[in-house]
């Protein structure tokens, strides 16, 4: 079973950025799906991103200011935070999908991913 670390999380005011990084203990494929999922108190775990092969996906949410990319040789996946809004605020995990693709929704899916960090908190104040 894969291990996953999160880190890059902190507080920034709205405006700013951040780069989230994903360390992965294991080779990453390029066909293994990976995410970035988030989750504000009360609310339940959202999809921010996903990335299959060189394909990304993205919630309207943050479509235009949030770029997801990966480094297969450094078995990494980043995300880059820019135009943060108070909204963005929330614990962002990073999630891997082994023999699973994108289509049909899966990429958004927290179900379809079966290994999970253990998240990084971004606190976006006004």
């Known amino acids: 079973q894969v291990q996953l670390v999160e880190s890059g999380g902190g507080s920034v005011q709205a405006g700013g950025s951040l780069r989230l990084s994903c360390a992965a203990s294991?080779?990453?494929?390029?066909?293994?799906?990976w995410g970035w999922f988030r989750q504000a108190p009360g609310k339940e775990r959202e999809a921010v991103a996903s990335?299959?092969?060189?394909?990304?996906y993205y919630a309207d949410s943050v479509k235009g200011r949030f770029t997801i990319s990966r480094d297969n040789a450094k078995n990494a996946l980043y995300l880059q935070m820019n135009s943060l809004k108070p909204e963005d605020s929330a614990n962002y995990y990073c999630?891997?999908?082994?023999?699973?693709?994108?289509?049909?929704?899966?990429?958004?899916?927290?179900?379809?991913?079966?290994?999970w960090g253990q998240g990084t908190q971004v606190t976006v104040s006004s």
């Open positions: 999630a891997q999908a082994q023999g699973i693709t994108p289509w049909n929704g899966n990429w958004a899916r927290p179900s379809a991913f079966k290994d």
């Open positions: 294991t080779y990453v494929y390029s066909n293994v799906l």
């Open positions: 990335i299959w092969t060189t394909t990304a």
